[in-house]
Nanobody
Framework: QVHLVESGGGLVQPGGSLRLSCAAS????????MSWYRQAPEKERELVAT????????NYADSVKGRFTISRDNAKNTVYLQMNSLKAEDTAVYYC???????WGQGTQVTVSS
């Protein structure tokens, strides 16, 4: 059974940093591309970043390019999202998702506020 468990969210001041983690189980993690999405209040869920199976290719939404970095550790079955220079508009619930599937984690709240 596929499980994706996010962690690392919290409250941070504007300009601060957070690193989100998503621990995967129930499938051969190193075979699959992974992604991070986010959903702000009263907004649709949006794609933030993707990473291919071995970490050799990444893509980002324009809104986070240059501030966020997606990475993965296939030995630990974990995908990460390093978020720097956080802004109030980054406030959202962040979800990891196995790409080309409907497997989602439960989400972790990120709040950027002074």
């Amino acid at each position: 059974q596929v499980h994706l468990v996010e962690s690392g969210g919290g409250l941070v001041q504007p300009g601060g940093s957070l690193r989100l983690s998503c621990a995967a189980s129930g499938f051969t993690f190193s075979n699959y591309a992974m992604s991070w999405y986010r959903q702000a209040p009263e907004k649709e869920r949006e794609l933030v970043a993707t990473i291919n199976f071995n970490g050799g290719s990444t893509n980002y939404a324009d809104s986070v390019k240059g501030r966020f970095t997606i990475s993965r550790d296939n030995a630990k079955n974990t995908v990460y999202l390093q978020m720097n220079s956080l802004k109030a508009e980054d406030t959202a619930v962040y979800y990891c998702k196995r790409m080309y599937s409907e497997y989602w984690g439960q989400g972790t709240q990120v709040t950027v506020s002074s």
